[in-house]
């Protein structure tokens, strides 16, 4: 009887438990995010008893409209772990403390607007802004150059259109217009790969000086996107592959947990 009521209790003190470690977990991963508009979290635990333990099969996480600090915005993204052993005494503190690092398989899906709106964030501007590459400041006598009104569009089989514009201290407006394909380097860093200028709507005398910038403009981005920059409190992503899909982006690879933020 008495060991009958002693399962009981264990039982339901593991599915307790199980509760509370989704709900800190859930608040937790808000807080790597400005903003979200949904965090789900699938803690599978069998049984449940494993989880006094610190013991855990599987952690999921999905999440919808997100903001990473304040102005990319991410459509959806998710991670998978396998086992992981946490302290459980942390969750009764409203904190998960892992006893060790742990991976996870994650996905991000980017979309189209998203991405022309981070061009217009401080992050991004910093690296186009007052340009004194030398490809670029041979033709401004000296002068850098900054590139604004920058408008990206997604094409199939991974490449990508980018046009924008700048000015030079003898010629205004002049255009920037390329197609690149998107590829991985490093599983951290986004390349530019084959770009080539797009001329056939640039002006006729302004054709030569604009193949000139684009190519510059081109080498520029190549240098600058860097999952580094975007890795979120306690997590490092890196990217196997990426594909495009219609207006989205889709990046597949891994997630590098350390710990979960502190709430």
Do not use: W
């Not at 979200?36 to 855990?56: F, N, R, T, W």
């Not at 403009?217 to 990426?242: S, T």
């Amino acid at each position: 009887m008495f060991g009958v009521l002693n399962n009981f209790k264990s039982s339901l003190n593991a599915d307790l438990g199980e509760q509370m470690l989704n709900a800190v977990a859930s608040q937790s991963i808000r807080h790597l995010f400005t903003s979200c508009e949904a965090v789900e979290v699938d803690i599978q635990c069998h049984p449940s008893s494993k989880l006094l333990q610190g013991s855990i099969d599987s952690f999921k996480m999905s999440g919808r409209n997100l903001v990473i600090r304040r102005d990319f915005e991410v459509e959806e993204m998710s991670f998978a772990t396998d086992a992981v052993s946490i302290d459980p005494g942390s969750v009764l503190a409203g904190q998960i403390k892992l006893r060790q690092p742990t991976q996870a398989v994650a996905q991000v899906m980017l979309t189209e607007a998203a991405i022309n709106k981070a061009f217009e964030s401080p992050l991004v501007t910093q690296h186009l802004v007052n340009v004194k590459a030398e490809a670029v400041t041979n033709l401004s006598g000296g002068e850098p150059v900054s590139f604004r009104d920058i408008r990206v569009k997604l094409l199939p089989e991974n490449q990508i259109q980018l046009q924008a514009v700048t000015d030079l201290p003898n010629r205004k407006d002049v255009p920037i217009s390329l197609v690149a394909t998107l590829t991985v380097e490093r599983r951290k860093r986004i390349s530019f790969k084959d770009p080539r200028f797009e001329g056939a709507e640039v002006p006729a005398d302004m054709t030569g000086l604009s193949e000139v910038l684009t190519m510059a403009f081109a080498e520029i981005l190549d240098n600058m996107v860097d999952f580094d920059r975007f890795d979120l409190d306690g997590v490092m992503l890196r990217v196997n592959r990426l594909e495009t899909h219609g207006q989205k982006l889709v990046f597949s690879g891994y997630a590098q947990i350390e710990h979960f933020p502190k709430q």
